[in-house]
């Protein structure tokens, strides 16, 4: 059974940084493209990043770029979201999913709510 | 880049048939046959629904299928059960980055 656990979100003030990490099993987790969606509150879904199954490959939505870094650690199973310079507009549950290809999103995780407030 | 639009809500009686769309432009849906369909019931995460425009994934029912006519894409759901009642969203592949739709909230009478 696939499964992704995410961790690491919380309240932070503007400005600082956060690491969220996307635990994976059930699935070869070293082969695959992996994606991170979030959902502001009240509000529908955004594509954030995603990563080349070797790490070597990387995009960003323009809203994060120089600030938010996508990578992995296929030794250990495990997606991260880097997020630095953290911004009100950040606020949002993020999400981390498979992504088989082109917009196909297969397997989710629960979530894991950021809120950037001062 | 704008999102895809969705009508923001639709709702239909218990058996009836309900069809939501998602308009995108040429540079999208009207590019590639890379648009996806996600479910998503309060308080939960996202679930595919399509892919591909028109493919299910195992488990997901029948009742559920999508298609696309130039620059807009649709999911029609038949046999409206309770169930269905969540928020739906389209995405399509747009090069980078990825364009989901503004949501569609399916509420059932």
């Known amino acids: 059974e696939v499964q992704l656990v995410e961790s690491g979100g919380g309240l932070v003030q503007p400005g600082v940084s956060l690491r969220l990490s996307c635990a994976a099993s059930?699935?070869?987790?070293?082969?695959?493209?992996m994606t991170w969606v979030r959902q502001a509150p009240g509000k529908g879904l955004e594509w954030v990043a995603n990563?080349?199954?070797?790490?070597?490959?990387?995009d960003y939505v323009d809203s994060v770029k120089g600030r938010f870094t996508i990578s992995r650690d296929n030794a250990k199973n495990l997606l991260f979201l880097q997020m630095n310079s953290l911004r009100a507009e950040d606020t949002a549950v993020y999400y981390c999913a498979t992504d088989s290809h082109y917009s196909t999103f297969d397997y989710w995780g629960q979530g894991t709510l950021v809120s950037v407030s001062s | 880049q704008s999102a895809l639009t969705q009508p923001a809500s639709v709702s239909g009686s218990p058996g009836q048939s309900i069809t939501i769309s998602c308009t995108g432009t040429s540079s999208d849906i009207g590019r590639y046959n890379y648009v996806s369909w996600y479910q998503q019931h309060p308080g939960k995460a996202p679930k595919l629904m399509i892919f591909?425009?028109?493919d299910r994934p195992s488990g997901v029912s029948d009742r559920f299928s999508g298609s696309k006519s130039g620059n807009t894409a649709s999911l029609s759901i038949s046999g409206l059960q309770a169930e269905d009642e969540a928020d739906y969203y389209c995405?399509?592949?747009?090069?980078?980055?990825?364009?989901f739709g503004g949501g569609t909230k399916v509420t059932v009478l």
């Open positions: 995405c399509s592949y747009t090069g980078t980055p990825y364009m």
């Open positions: 990563i080349k199954p070797g790490g070597d490959g990387k």
């Open positions: 059930g699935f070869t987790f070293s082969s695959s493209w």
């Open positions: 591909d425009v028109s």
